[in-house]
């Protein structure tokens, strides 16, 4: 499965589990969730949502 850390694995889970967006600049996990988003969907049952902190401020600016 996904090889990250314990400490970005709760990340992951606790965005999913609370249906919230996971902000993150770390592209290497990004990139990661990316690759195994279906897998990460299916085994937590539910969608996660991945973007950047520029993102994030284009849509408060926005």
């Known amino acids: 499965m996904i090889k990250t850390t314990y400490y970005d694995s709760s990340y992951i ?5 609370n249906n919230l967006i996971l ?3 770390d592209r290497k996990l ?3 969730i990316d ?3 279906n897998k990460i ?9 991945v973007m950047t902190t520029r993102n994030l401020l284009e849509i408060k600016m926005g």
């Open 35 to 37: 690759m195994y988003k």
């Open 23 to 25: 902000v993150t600049d």
């Open 13 to 17: 889970v606790s965005a999913i589990e």
């Open 30 to 32: 990004i990139n990661k």
């Open 41 to 49: 969907n299916e085994i937590l049952n539910n969608k996660i949502s």
